[in-house]
């Protein structure tokens, strides 16, 4: 009986219905993008912006695989469009960080539909997102920003010290910038996911199921 409801929840991902939605939120995701908040702590490479919300919203509705290819969707989109200036690195950078939120957070909702397991699994997934978040950027995105814009990892962090003098090597940057960032990112995606998805989700199903 598991097996069969698997391979029926693995047959609707992959319908013409689905797939039209998932391309849809991937679009919308993409189109988020370009609108980013500047933030007062963190140097001008980090501004906030709402993308992970549709992404968020489709991994709940449709499961966590879902959601990891509407990521997938908005990073390909962001790729063709806009460019990329680290060949496609720092973007797989950003995929695996957008995914350790979201994956998370559609497992734990998923196995119990109901508000409490939402915010329970938003909050593991902002917990993950800000450990990963972390990591990537000490040891991935940092040095691949300084090697393909051929400047010192220094001169980035530099540009922390200038929003934030405590900032004045890669640890104080990571605790000082980056986690607050994907802190606040976590907490702004999560409060907006939780007022909209109610509303979205309806329409989702009901086009899924037609």
């Known amino acids: 009986m598991k097996n069969s409801n698997n391979k029926q929840k693995a047959l609707s991902l992959l319908s013409v219905k689905s797939m039209t939605i998932m391309a849809m939120l991937g679009a919308i995701a993409f189109v988020l993008m370009y609108f980013e908040i500047p933030l007062w702590?963190?140097?001008?490479?980090y501004e906030l912006d709402f993308s992970e919300v549709p992404v968020l919203i489709g991994a709940f509705a449709l499961g966590p695989i879902a959601g990891i290819i509407i990521e997938l969707i908005k990073i390909l989109l962001f790729i063709v469009i806009k460019g990329t200036d680290t060949m496609g690195s720092g973007e797989l950078a950003n995929f695996l960080i957008g995914c350790s939120m979201l994956v998370p957070a559609a497992i734990v909702y998923y196995r119990n539909k109901t508000l409490k397991s939402a915010i329970k699994g938003l909050i593991v997934g902002t917990v993950c997102m800000v450990f990963l978040g972390a990591f990537m950027n000490a040891f991935v995105l940092l040095?691949?920003?300084a090697y393909f814009f051929k400047m010192?990892?220094?001169a980035l962090i530099g540009m922390g010290t200038q929003v934030n003098p405590a900032i004045n090597g890669m640890s104080t940057f990571?605790?000082?910038a980056v986690i607050p960032f994907n802190l606040l990112k976590g907490v702004v995606v999560s409060l907006i996911t939780l007022l909209v998805y109610k509303r979205i989700s309806g329409v989702i199903k009901s086009i899924v199921e037609a």
Do not use: C, L
């Open 41 to 45: 702590f963190a140097p001008p490479f």
């Open 143 to 145: 040095p691949i920003y």
């Open 152 to 154: 010192p990892i220094d």
């Open 174 to 176: 990571i605790f000082y």
